[in-house]
């Protein structure tokens, strides 16, 4: 049975923000809001609450997982991107993106594309996700919490309760949010593409 907690969705409350990095810590698998839908994370080392989101999710290995960062600064580590990159994602973020770049060897290999070796790196614009990501300080591997036969994110955490109590450790409620998934921009070739247009504005990269 999961825990369920209610957080202020532009204060979050510090003991909660707490206790659910002690959750992820502690290898559950925790729904969370973001400025996109809601997301599903785990710790980025923990192999176990990963197959857990994947069988949640029904995606398979080739699946373009996502690390959750607070800043910039975290990108760097992560991922490889140059100059040009760099500042175009720098002026579109914190935001409801998700940029696909090389992984650095920092980003473990269960995580990274099988056959291209990117990584999905996207930085929100969500007062929770961004006190859990500095509480926890290192990046959640995430992915939008779209249900198998789905094509939008969820957007009602009651409605998640439901459907995922029994298999997650955290569901935090912050709020009835929209339900488009992120833009998804592919920089990992040096040229930028448009992979998915979603809650993004995808001008600045056409």
Not at 33 to 49: F, H, L, R, V, W
Not at 119 to 124: A, C, F, T, Y
Not at 166 to 192: A, F, N, R, W
């Amino acid at each position: 049975m999961s825990q369920f907690f209610y957080m202020h969705p532009d204060n979050p409350q510090a003991r909660l923000i707490k206790q659910a990095c002690e959750i992820v810590r502690a290898g559950e698998v925790i729904v969370y809001p973001t400025d996109s839908g809601y997301a599903i994370g785990c710790q980025m080392e923990n192999k176990k609450a990963l197959e857990q989101i994947c069988r949640i999710r029904d995606i398979g290995k080739d699946h373009n997982f996502t690390l959750m960062c607070r800043d910039m600064s975290e990108l760097s580590v992560y991922a490889r991107v140059d100059n040009v990159a760099f500042r175009q994602i720098k002026n579109n973020t914190p935001g409801p993106y998700t940029f696909i770049l090389k992984a650095t060897k920092e980003v473990p290999k269960r995580l990274q594309n099988p056959k291209k070796r990117t990584i999905g790196i996207r930085v929100p614009n969500n007062p929770i996700a961004l006190a859990l990501l500095e509480e926890l300080g290192e990046p959640l591997m995430s992915a939008t919490l779209i249900l198998p036969n789905a094509s939008m994110a969820e957007t009602d955490p009651d409605e998640i309760r439901d459907k995922l109590e029994k298999l997650v450790g955290l569901i935090i409620h912050g709020g009835y949010l929209d339900e488009e998934p992120t833009t998804v921009i592919d920089m990992s070739e040096g040229q930028t593409h448009v992979i998915r247009v979603g809650n993004g504005d995808p001008s600045p990269f056409e």
